[in-house]
Structure formats: structure tokens, C-alpha cells
């Protein structure tokens, strides 16, 4: 128990040494981009800017090239906590528009992924065939496909969730696919040839050896997946013209120069995927505990 404080600060320190070195960074390029607008106004008053005036001066804008930390953190604060969630002005609302697509498409992406993995190493087929197409489906850009995608299903009628759940399914299939294949392909030619020697059916070599070496590689490839899947939700709201949503709250702000406004919502993205990310190794830790395995931290 008395090691667990060190620990703690062995695991922490690092961590707080790489963000403060990143805000005292964000502060020094805020200075530096947002100096000629405030030069320009200072030249229009007749003022000239000693140097503290003219960090106050390019910290405090309304619209900069780019936002100091305290200025996003403000307007997060505003957007989240003194607004009602439920408002259209709150990041929460709008994050959880992007959020239930996010899920959609995740859900649906984890399914194709691993339905594919399977297929592919238990029909020689499949590997030949749908292996290639899987990885060559990753060769289009996002930005190209999703208004595609956007433009067809409007087409027919469908609109809203689906169009983003989609997008984010083709982002979040391929990590799934790709691990879940070597995961299942893991286990050693020997156990492989013991599963024969006992006799056992396909099924029972997949439940019983398969799926078991393939856990870590799922969970790692969902790690990815949630990520990517939360990029495709945002990217699927750009090109129709969404009223909620986080790609909406990004568009609207690049269209009146609200940059505070794009960054807040980017880095309410940010905290959804880390919370995303988090939730996936709970998961995990729990699930190799069941499996009477160790976790990583547990194991060092």
C-alpha cells in the first residue's frame, strides 16, 4: 500500500509534464498568430503595444487564428455547465446527437468486422477474396465517400441517423476486421493440432482456443474503432447541412469565424473519445479478469 502514492506519481508525472509543456506552447503560437491583428488595431488607434500589452492583446480577442487554452476552457465552461443540455446552444446537447450515431455506427461496425474476420480465416474463399477488397476499401478518402453516401440514401428517403451510422461504419469496420483476423489466427500450430487430436469440431476450436487468444487483439481493435467511428459520425455531418452535432457546431463556426466555437466542440470530441476509449478498457479489464487473466497494469 505504501508503494501505491510513488506509483501514482510515477504514472501522473509524465502525463502533466507533456500538457503543461503543450499549453505553454498553445499560449506561445496564440501570441504569435494572433500579433498582426492586434498590431493592425493598435496601428489604426495610434497605439503602440509594449510586450505585455500585446499578450493581453492577442489572448483576449473575440474571433483569433487561433484560441488561447483559457479561451476554450471558458467557452466550454459556457456551453456545458451554465446552459441547459438540453438547449441547442449546449455542447452536451450536441454531443450526444453525435455521440447516438457514434454508436450506431460502432455497434454495426464491430459486427461486419468480426462477421468478416471470421469468414476470412475459416474459408480460404473469403481470404482471397474479401481480404483484398476489405483493404482496399480504406483507399478512399472519407471526405469522398460520405457525401456519396449522404446523396443516395436522401435519394430514397432516408435521412437523420442512418446517413452518419454508415459513414462511421466504414471507418470502424476495418480495425475490427483486421485485428479480429490476426487475433483468431494467434493461437499456436501445436494447441491448433491438440483441438484435432481431441477431436473437436470447428465451433468448438473457435469457442474454446479462437476466441479466447483473439480478446486482447478485440479490444484493442475496438479501441480504434470507437475513435474512428466518432470521426466518421462528424465528417457525416458536414456534408448535410446538419442542424445538431458537433461537425454542425464546427461548420456553423467556420462560417462566421467563430474559431473558440470550433475548437471547444473539437475538444468536446476529444473527451468523448477518451471517454469512449476508457469505457473499452474498463471492459476489458473486466473481461480478462473473468477469464482469469491479468491486465497490463496488474502484470507490471
Given at each position: 500500500?505504501?508503494?501505491?502514492?510513488?506509483?501514482?506519481?510515477?504514472?501522473?508525472?509524465?502525463?502533466?509534464?507533456?500538457?503543461?509543456?503543450?499549453?505553454?506552447?498553445?499560449?506561445?503560437?496564440?501570441?504569435?498568430?494572433?500579433?498582426?491583428w492586434?498590431?493592425?488595431?493598435?496601428?489604426?488607434?495610434?497605439?503602440?503595444?509594449g510586450?505585455?500589452?500585446?499578450?493581453?492583446?492577442?489572448?483576449?480577442?473575440?474571433?483569433?487564428?487561433?484560441?488561447?487554452?483559457?479561451?476554450?476552457?471558458?467557452e466550454?465552461?459556457?456551453?456545458?455547465?451554465d446552459?441547459?443540455?438540453?438547449?441547442?446552444?449546449?455542447?452536451?446537447?450536441?454531443?450526444?446527437?453525435?455521440?447516438?450515431?457514434?454508436?450506431?455506427?460502432?455497434?454495426?461496425?464491430?459486427?461486419?468486422?468480426?462477421?468478416?474476420?471470421?469468414?476470412?480465416?475459416?474459408?480460404?474463399?473469403?481470404?482471397?477474396?474479401?481480404?483484398?477488397?476489405?483493404?482496399?476499401?480504406?483507399?478512399?478518402?472519407?471526405?469522398?465517400?460520405?457525401?456519396?453516401?449522404?446523396?443516395?440514401?436522401?435519394?430514397?428517403?432516408?435521412?437523420?441517423?442512418?446517413?452518419?451510422?454508415?459513414?462511421?461504419?466504414?471507418?470502424?469496420?476495418f480495425p475490427?476486421a483486421?485485428?479480429?483476423?490476426?487475433?483468431?489466427?494467434?493461437?499456436?500450430?501445436?494447441?491448433?493440432?491438440?483441438?484435432?487430436?481431441w477431436?473437436?469440431?470447428?465451433?468448438?476450436?473457435?469457442?474454446?482456443?479462437?476466441?479466447?487468444?483473439?480478446?486482447?487483439?478485440?479490444?484493442?481493435?475496438?479501441?480504434?474503432?470507437?475513435?474512428?467511428?466518432?470521426?466518421?459520425?462528424i465528417?457525416?455531418?458536414?456534408?448535410?447541412?446538419?442542424?445538431?452535432?458537433?461537425?454542425?457546431?464546427?461548420?456553423?463556426?467556420?462560417?462566421?469565424?467563430q474559431?473558440?466555437?470550433?475548437?471547444?466542440?473539437?475538444?468536446?470530441?476529444?473527451?468523448?473519445?477518451?471517454?469512449?476509449v476508457?469505457?473499452?478498457?474498463?471492459a476489458?479489464?473486466?473481461?480478462v479478469?473473468?477469464?482469469?487473466?491479468?491486465?497490463g497494469?496488474?502484470?507490471?
Amino acid at each position: 500500500m505504501a508503494g501505491l502514492p510513488v506509483t501514482a506519481g510515477r504514472d501522473w508525472l509524465p502525463v502533466a509534464t507533456v500538457v503543461a509543456g503543450i499549453v505553454a506552447l498553445w499560449y506561445v503560437f496564440a501570441v504569435i498568430l494572433n500579433a498582426p491583428w492586434a498590431y493592425d488595431q493598435a496601428g489604426r488607434d495610434g497605439v503602440t503595444l509594449g510586450p505585455a500589452a500585446l499578450v493581453a492583446a492577442t489572448l483576449s480577442q473575440e474571433r483569433p487564428r487561433l484560441p488561447a487554452p483559457d479561451q476554450v476552457a471558458s467557452e466550454l465552461w459556457k456551453t456545458t455547465i451554465d446552459v441547459k443540455p438540453t438547449s441547442k446552444r449546449s455542447l452536451v446537447y450536441h454531443a450526444w446527437v453525435t455521440l447516438s450515431a457514434t454508436l450506431a455506427g460502432f455497434a454495426l461496425g464491430t459486427a461486419l468486422g468480426i462477421g468478416l474476420a471470421i469468414a476470412i480465416v475459416h474459408d480460404r474463399t473469403s481470404d482471397a477474396s474479401v481480404m483484398p477488397w476489405v483493404i482496399a476499401s480504406q483507399t478512399i478518402p472519407i471526405l469522398a465517400i460520405a457525401p456519396m453516401i449522404v446523396v443516395v440514401l436522401n435519394s430514397v428517403g432516408v435521412s437523420g441517423l442512418l446517413p452518419k451510422a454508415l459513414i462511421s461504419t466504414y471507418l470502424s469496420f476495418f480495425p475490427v476486421a483486421v485485428g479480429m483476423v490476426k487475433g483468431l489466427r494467434s493461437p499456436d500450430r501445436i494447441l491448433m493440432d491438440q483441438m484435432r487430436t481431441w477431436n473437436a469440431s470447428a465451433g468448438q476450436t473457435f469457442r474454446k482456443l479462437r476466441w479466447p487468444a483473439a480478446t486482447p487483439y478485440l479490444f484493442a481493435s475496438l479501441k480504434v474503432a470507437a475513435a474512428a467511428s466518432l470521426v466518421g459520425a462528424i465528417v457525416g455531418e458536414l456534408p448535410t447541412g446538419a442542424q445538431a452535432g458537433l461537425g454542425a457546431r464546427m461548420l456553423s463556426g467556420s462560417y462566421y469565424g467563430q474559431t473558440v466555437q470550433i475548437w471547444s466542440a473539437l475538444f468536446m470530441a476529444a473527451i468523448l473519445a477518451a471517454l469512449l476509449v476508457g469505457l473499452i478498457g474498463l471492459a476489458e479489464r473486466i473481461t480478462v479478469r473473468a477469464m482469469g487473466g491479468r491486465t497490463g497494469r496488474e502484470a507490471r
